[in-house]
């Protein structure tokens, strides 16, 4: 299957040096791409890169098929985006903002007239069309912008920080817009941002990029694998366990680390298939289980993995997170 | 370009800030004046314009000298000393649309959302200019028309004929005029797309315009007093230039260049 966007060493800079550094990665059809990284990481860069905006220094990149560098035009008539500023005309109404970039984008008035008016009804602001986009929310505004995106059915959307700003009712709303968005007609989206609290619910896959340069591209999963050993497993005491019974869990055969956990203990384990002989033991040693579940890596758990390899790297400290404790040599963590 | 054109139109239409000053100056200029102006000459003690003229080159001073004295007062400001107001108005009023033209647009925060429309950079950059042209052009030229019917209606009594327009008044208006709102522009717009508010693109811009302003009140009188074709040929040169550096602008113009600087 071809790629709805493909790069090899994209790579761009400003005055201020080195924006993005021989982006590599490919992104298949119908496939919600979260870019994540903190500011100045090169995900707004690669973007503009990917919409033809931005040319690249060297490298090249191909979005439907399209060079963005090259057919620019043809590319845009097809993609769609969400900028970081929702970018709206506020001396215009919501309507006339979404209607006059259809006209701009070469719509067909009429076409373009009903598909405001379909856009307004689904986001919710058809009792805000006639009212200038001055006087609305932030959150509106995010959702209008988003509506505009949409406009021409774009095939690959780009939503560049979709959530930053909002207060977290419209965050909610607005994740759950775009989670609507990602399973329609197969579109494929790519989502940069830094919330991972949005990325982790939406993306299929992830791409961590700092200072422009790619360090991490992939499922959680498969990236997990990379980063750390085994499987990562909750197992609920109804409170903080003891150390005794920490250290029995870790002189279990197939357990590598064991962490405390508010509820009891987080292990990583070789097999999943050690989680039942740890329960045993734990309840014939006379140690209350409530429960006990395999724990896959969530995308919050490898991006701070990631950032905190990143940080050792670069010989910085980093403030240790759950995934740094379950990466860290085993009997360090407890 | 005729959407981009249309909204921009309609979003200056909206915009209390730019609306007002660009109607109330031509409206003081090109009506109030000329009204009272008319006013004055038509009252019963007749103002002495002898020391004035006198002072005047006699190129300028001759022809106004032969008129009879109360008509005076009425050719020499309305027929000449306004002249330069019709170049400075749509000059001005292009170099403020210009300057907010991309400088604007950032300042706004809708500059990324314009430059992801699939538009040529060429379109982009002609539909930005034309959104500074077209309103300057209708404001100097229906400007003009009402100059025209103040200036000749309440003068009547006095001319008892129409004075305004003369055909070097039309070349003026029709041809050197929008010569010189092109080239402020050009200008404006290339300031513009490297500023980042459309203030700093009115500072960086004003060391441009003002010249060109000052070179405008000094030469548009003396304009009325040359030949038809001397007249004719000055606004031509005037329109190279200009024509010049708009495709210079157009040629540098690239959507890369505004996009490192948002």
Known sequence: MTAAVETQDLTRSFSSGIALDGLTLEVPPGEVLALLGPNGAGK????????????????????????????????????????????LDERLTARENLVLTGRMRGLDRAWVERRTDDLLERFGMADRARIPVQGTSTGQRKRLALARAL?????????????????????????????????????????????????????????????????????????????WQGVDAELDLGGPADAATADALRATPGVLVVADAPTGLVVRVTDREVVPHLVRRLVEGGVPVYGAAAKPPTLEDVYFAVEARIAATEGRATTPTSADLLSAPVGAST | MQAIIAKDLIAVRRSKAVVIPMLAVPALLMIIMPLFIGLAARGPTNPDIGRLLSTMPGDLARPILELPAREQLIVLV????????????????????????????????????????????????YA?????????????????????????????????????????????????????????????????????????????????????????????????????????????LIWLVALWLVRGGAKRFTRDQLAARV
């Open chain 2, 78 to 125: 309305n027929g000449y000393l306004l002249a330069p107001l019709f170049l400075i108005v749509p000059l001005m009023v292009s170099a403020v649309l210009a300057a907010d033209a991309f400088a604007g647009e950032k300042e706004r925060k809708t500059l990324e959302s314009l430059l992801h429309l699939p538009v040529q950079d060429r379109e982009l950059f």
């Open chain 1, 151 to 227: 406009l021409h059915d774009p095939e690959v959307l780009f939503l560049d920080e979709p959530t930053s700003g909002l207060d977290p009712a419209a965050t909610r709303d607005v994740i759950d817009l775009i989670g609507s968005l990602a399973t329609e007609h197969g579109r494929t989206i790519i989502l940069a941002t830094h919330f991972l609290g949005e990325a982790g619910r939406l993306a299929d896959r992830m791409a961590v990029l700092h200072r422009g340069v790619l360090h991490a591209f992939g499922r959680p999963t498969e990236i997990a694998a990379g980063l």
């Open chain 1, 44 to 87: 707004t860069t690669t973007v503009r890169l990917l919409n033809g905006i931005l040319r690249p220094d060297r490298g090249r990149a191909t979005v439907l098929g399209l060079d963005p560098a090259v057919e620019g035009n043809a590319l845009r008539r097809r993609t769609g985006v969400l900028t970081e500023h929702a970018g």
């Open chain 2, 128 to 236: 930005k200019l034309l959104t500074a042209f077209i309103p300057a052009i209708a404001v100097s030229w229906i400007g003009f028309l009402c100059f025209c019917l103040v200036a000749n209606g309440v003068a009547w009594p006095v001319m008892h004929r129409v004075f305004v327009p003369t055909r070097l008044w039309l070349v003026m208006i029709f041809w050197v005029a929008p010569a010189v709102a092109t080239f402020g522009l050009a200008v404006m717009v290339r300031i513009s797309a490297r500023a980042k508010t459309s203030q700093e693109a009115n500072q960086l811009g004003g060391a441009v315009i003002l010249p060109l302003i000052f070179l405008a009140v000094g030469q548009s009188s003396g304009l009325l007093l040359v030949p038809l074709p001397v007249a004719a040929m000055v606004g031509g």
